[in-house]
């Protein structure tokens, strides 16, 4: 079913939650809180009308330090349209997302668990067919994405939201004070009804002080009595809540704070227990290195903050030397700068003048030896390469200022290496100060003979606290703490738990305890991704590998065999059993029918097809008029010439592309024509024709460009980050700007420049797939491998991962692992809007086999051998885009003027047109196996698309190819763009000359 023209995403209301979030997390005098900016709000391309927030209730319930909230948003779209929506959102260490609902026929449907990967493709999938999912997912470090579909037009949604969060104690001179908790009210826009009641179970009202920046609305807000428990109430109809918000001071405990609960047949505790601080003076160093991340989201941290943390550090230590190592794609040379009685001006200076841009590489992430002790600064979000956050030999504390970030990756970098993660937005400068000139007291090791699967938040006390967690086997456990003290001294302490079993009523100690094992298991994501995978199905929550996802029917439950809430559980099992019967033979059945279509390509090639000119040329147009078709269906396959089959073809004349061109833009309109004579020797002996390339040069009319443009090369990068703040969110700008840079020489920078995509809307692997692309036409294949690793990883059930991945591999040097890849694109099952994906990829999977020499033969066993065989071709051409349910079309007009495309997939010579792509990222593919002499024109058309594109146009990847499968196998790829429906654009035109005297 065609998706409306209207299908669009906005942008959910992403203040309300992120000031939630961060706002919770910043509790310490004199470090004043941080109201973030108010962003768009409910943004929506091409809606007139600006989508409205009706409703907020927040329901939060407090005990000791775990506080336990329910968000409701009603959103009404007053628009004609029906919308997709967004919601990015980061939370603080201490802080999950534990349940989520969406309504479903005015009924909230809570959401159940399923692996990352499947929910991304079922939200997908059901999202063509029209139908209502929602999907949670974990993207990078501690951000979350809320995707939502759909909003009706002239109609409302619900989402509800539940959170659990563990209350920082804010001191005062070094003392727990007290602990605060802050109601958001940040929403950015009118609120229709707001209705806000928290409960503080165990605290009298008198005990509890109100924080209040509420303008107008401070005398609303009532504080009432309720037994031994403290009721706070909010409500406002019309309520404009602009920066206010409504803290709350509960007081603190002396006592260790403990809560049970029984969960799937296990209790787990949690505990918060007091250590009286134990400090001792470390030596001052004299080497001291600083790693500072200067990517383009390292703009985003507090660096007055940063700044005023070293300042404070060297007025204490007054004389030493400082080694600056900045990181962005990758770690620049060390910079050695003295600090003589405190004074660092010249290192300020440079820190001062830091160009954050570029993506942020955890390979540069590695402290000199020779350093006494080492200090980084960064959000710890690695979107570089694979890799995590390498251990230190050296002593280095994580100092944090930003409320976006992956804490646990942070804190076992610091923790390994002796070191201490500080989080700048919970200390003050002289606490983190004393923090770093002091060694303390820390946990070694948890020991128990009534309690299991100890877990502890960190090693060092936080707060005057050691948070634990574990699973109680007995109603009463004892549990040793193993210590060392500040001056290296070993000590114990006994930490006794209690609970009676017909009183429990804790509702957050489970979860503690998987948040903890979660953040333990995240300080080695790419070794624990399974482990991650089973505690999230467990707890049903959303990780690095399971996301939250809430469908319309239960036959959408069955079809991809996600276990639905109770209420759908009896007809999902009865359905699911009838699918399984359905099932059984889904993979012979698709290898047989890629046989088929791999025998009808083999007879293809086995025809000769006449040279000569074509009787009746056909009507010549720009633009070619659609046939009817369904979406994501092939056309027609067009009947061939009939001429009588060849018993031995005769070599077809070995061609060759020009070296790799550059695609920095010329003027407008500028061409790039290459001529190569080819040394191969066809059969008579004679020399082999000439081919020769003219490229048509993209050139953005942009005016970021025209100024880049017209700069010299020293003036380009300063040009290039006054224009960078403007662009922030633009593919476009980045690939232009990386383009010309590499053109002009610039390879370090234009590949720093290239890699801000990785810093775009984190995990969106549209903009990963792009980045790989430009990285392999730049010939930086090993940078493309691990970026479209990442991209597998989050779309295993789209065979262009594997495709990629696979060419990646090849030009990397790597055929083996090639070949694997693009075998898995051929023998598994793919949804029908990719058709014959799998022809193509076996294709390309035969031709790297074929080159291979006989003393290097790969390993073809796991393979079925009646798909081993290679077709060469004189000419082809491969297209591929970045954007997903969108249709572009490959043209190629040959030197008859026949032009071969969808609905003529077929010439008289024999050019030959792969199925239509309308609903997928491609590719098609043009295929010659005889080329017949003359020039071959090149094109591609954006037909349309069905959603909101990645950048401003939709960036089209063509790889063309002469003597393909041969030894002279030479490939072209050039990356352009696309600007709206209906645009054609010249992509290159080949010209193949006879060699003389034939």
């Given at each position: ?37 108010i ?5 929506a391309?091409e809606?007139r ?16 330090s775990?506080a ?13 349209r ?18 989520f609902?969406?309504?479903i ?5 809570p ?16 999202t ?18 809320l ?23 804010q001191t ?7 602990l ?6 940040q ?16 605290v ?18 009532q504080k009432?009595?309720?037994d ?25 405990s ?11 047949d ?8 007091p ?9 001052a ?10 990517s383009g ?15 404070a550090?060297f007025a204490a230590v007054?004389?030493?030397d ?7 794609d990758?770690?620049?040379?060390a ?15 440079t ?22 002790f080492?200090?980084v ?14 251990d230190?030999?050296v ?9 976006s970030?992956?804490?646990?990756a ?5 923790e390994?290496?002796?070191g ?5 937005l ?23 003979v009534?309690?299991?699967q100890?877990?502890?938040a960190?090693v060092f006390?936080?707060?005057g606290?050691?948070r634990?967690a ?15 003290t ?7 302490k ?9 009183k ?12 903890l094992?979660?953040a ?26 399971t996301s939250?996802?809430v469908?319309d ?34 993979q012979?059945a698709h ?9 009808e390509k ?6 000769d ?6 009787p009746?040329?056909?009507a010549s147009?720009?633009?070619?008029a659609?046939?009817a ?12 010439p ?14 060759a ?15 790039e024509r ?8 066809d059969?008579?002996g ?8 003219t ?6 009319d942009a005016?970021y ?43 370090g920078?234009?590949?720093?420049i ?9 995990e969106?692997?549209?903009?990963l797939?792009?980045?790989?692309y ?8 090993q ?6 690793q ?21 030009e990397?040097?790597?055929p083996?692992?090639?070949?694997d890849?693009?075998?898995?694109v ?8 990719f ?7 076996l294709a390309?999977m035969?031709a ?6 006989a003393?290097?033969k ?29 249709d ?20 008289y ?21 005889n080329?017949?002499?003359g ?25 063309l190819s ?7 196998q030479?490939d072209?790829m ?5 600007n709206?429906?209906k ?16």
């Amino acid at each position: 079913m065609k998706l409306p023209a209207c299908y669009k995403k906005f942008a959910l209301l992403g203040l309300a939650l992120s000031s939630f979030f961060a706002i919770n997390a910043m509790a310490v005098t004199p470090v004043p809180r941080i109201i973030p900016p108010i962003p768009p709000i409910l943004t929506a391309s091409e809606a007139r009308i600006p989508v409205r927030l009706d409703a907020v209730n927040i329901v939060t319930e407090i005990n000791g330090s775990l506080a336990h909230t329910v968000v409701e948003l009603r959103f009404y779209n007053p628009n004609e349209r029906v919308l997709e929506g967004q919601l990015e959102f980061p939370l603080d260490a201490g802080q999950s997302v534990t349940g989520f609902a969406l309504d479903i026929n005015g009924k909230l449907r809570p959401a159940v668990v399923v692996d990352k990967a499947r929910g991304q493709q079922v939200f997908e999938d059901v999202t063509r067919a029209r139908v209502d999912p929602a999907l949670l997912e974990v993207t990078r470090g501690n951000h979350y994405r809320l995707r939502l579909y759909p909003l009706p037009a002239k109609g409302t949604r619900t989402v509800q939201l539940t959170l659990e969060q563990v209350l920082s104690i804010q001191t005062i001179a070094g003392k727990p004070a007290f602990l605060p908790y802050t109601l958001p009210l940040q929403f950015g826009q009118s609120i229709g009804n707001f209705d806000a009641k928290i409960k503080i179970n165990g605290v009298r009202a008198n005990r509890v002080q109100l924080d209040t920046l509420l303008g107008g609305a401070a005398e609303d807000v009532q504080k009432l009595d309720d037994d031994s428990n403290t009721i706070v109430q909010l409500k406002k109809r019309d309520f404009s809540p602009g920066k206010n918000r409504l803290e709350l001071q509960l007081p603190v405990s002396a006592q260790i704070n403990s809560t049970y609960q029984r969960w799937q047949d296990k209790t787990y505790f949690y505990a918060e227990v007091p250590l009286a601080a134990s400090t001792a003076a470390r030596p001052a160093p004299k080497q001291l290195a600083i790693l500072w991340d200067a990517s383009g989201s390292g703009a985003n941290r507090d660096h007055g903050r940063e700044l005023a943390a070293l300042d404070a550090y060297f007025a204490a230590v007054q004389n030493l030397d400082v080694q600056l190592i900045v990181v962005r794609d990758k770690a620049e040379p060390a910079r050695t700068f003295a600090v003589h009685q405190g004074n660092w001006q010249d290192l300020r200076k440079t820190l001062d003048n830091l160009a954050y841009d570029g993506a942020s590489n955890s390979a540069g992430f590695v402290l000199p030896e020779n350093a006494d002790f080492g200090l980084v600064f960064s959000d710890g979000i690695m979107n570089y390469g694979n890799q995590p956050l390498p251990d230190s030999k050296v002593p280095v504390y994580a100092l944090l200022a930003s409320t976006s970030a992956d804490q646990p990756a942070l804190r076992a970098m610091a923790e390994n290496s002796g070191g201490q993660l500080l989080n700048l937005l919970q200390l003050d400068v002289p606490q983190a100060v004393k923090a770093l000139r002091t060694q303390s007291l820390h946990l070694l090791a948890m020991q128990s003979v009534d309690a299991t699967q100890l877990v502890s938040a960190s090693v060092f006390p936080e707060q005057g606290r050691l948070r634990i967690a574990g699973v109680m086997q007995a109603s009463t456990a004892k549990v040793m703490l193993n210590l060392q003290t500040a001056q290296g001294q070993a000590m114990q302490k006994e930490v006794v738990l209690s609970f009676q079993p017909q009183k429990l009523q804790g509702s957050i100690a489970a979860r503690r305890w998987a948040d903890l094992q979660l953040a333990r298991l995240q300080q080695q994501t790419d070794f624990k991704r399974a482990e991650i995978r089973r505690l999230g199905r467990e707890f049903s929550i959303a990780t690095a590998e399971t996301s939250l996802i809430v469908l319309d029917a239960v036959q959408d439950y069955v079809r991809y065999e996600i276990t639905p809430p109770a209420e759908l559980r009896a007809d999902y099992e009865q359905l699911l059993a009838q699918k399984a019967k359905d099932s059984s033979g889904e993979q012979q059945a698709h290898l047989d029918k890629i046989l088929a279509r791999f025998t009808e390509k083999q007879a293809w090639w086995n025809r000769d097809f006449p040279k000569t000119n074509r009787p009746l040329p056909p009507a010549s147009s720009d633009t070619v008029a659609r046939p009817a078709r369904s979406v994501g269906m092939a056309a027609p396959v067009m009947p061939a010439p009939m001429v009588e089959p060849r018993m031995v073809p005769p070599p077809s004349p070995a061609l060759a592309l020009a070296p790799p061109m550059m695609t920095a833009e010329a003027p407008r309109n500028a061409t790039e024509r290459v001529r190569t004579g080819i040394k191969g020797l066809d059969a008579s002996g004679q020399t082999n024709a000439v081919a020769s390339i003219t490229m048509k040069k993209w050139e953005p009319d942009a005016p970021y460009y025209r100024r880049l443009q017209a700069a010299s090369v020293a003036d380009m990068y300063r040009i290039y980050l006054d224009e960078r703040p403007a662009y922030v969110n633009s593919s476009a700008f980045f690939l232009d700007a990386a383009d010309l840079f590499m053109d002009r020489g610039q390879t370090g920078l234009g590949l720093r420049i290239l890699s801000n995509l990785a810093e775009m809307q984190l995990e969106n692997r549209h903009i990963l797939r792009l980045l790989a692309y430009r990285l392999i036409q730049a010939k930086q294949p090993q940078l493309a491998i691990p970026v479209l690793q990442t991209v597998q990883r989050l779309s295993p059930e789209e065979p262009q991962s594997y495709r990629d991945l696979g060419l990646a591999y090849a030009e990397a040097g790597q055929p083996q692992a090639a070949v694997d890849q693009l075998w898995q694109v051929v023998r598994r099952p793919w949804h029908d809007r990719f058709p014959d994906i799998e022809l193509i990829a076996l294709a390309e999977m035969n031709a790297i086999i074929a080159r291979q020499p006989a003393t290097q033969k790969l390993d073809t066993s796991r393979m079925d051998t009646r798909f081993l065989r290679n077709l060469p071709l004189d000419l082809r051409a491969v297209m591929t885009w970045d954007a997903d349910n969108t249709d572009i079309d490959l043209w190629v007009t040959d030197p008859n003027g026949e032009k071969t495309y969808y609905a003529s997939p077929l010439s008289y010579q024999g050019g030959r047109m792969s199925r239509d792509f309308t609903g997928g990222y491609g590719p098609e593919e043009f295929s010659l196996r005889n080329a017949k002499p003359g020039k071959y024109r090149v094109e591609a058309q954006f037909f349309g698309h069905r959603q909101q594109l990645v950048a401003a146009a939709t960036t089209l990847m063509l790889r063309l190819s002469t003597g393909f499968g041969t030894a002279n196998q030479k490939d072209n790829m050039v990356v352009l763009r696309l600007n709206g429906q209906k645009d054609v654009v010249m992509v290159g035109e080949f010209e193949i000359v006879a060699p003389a005297g034939r």
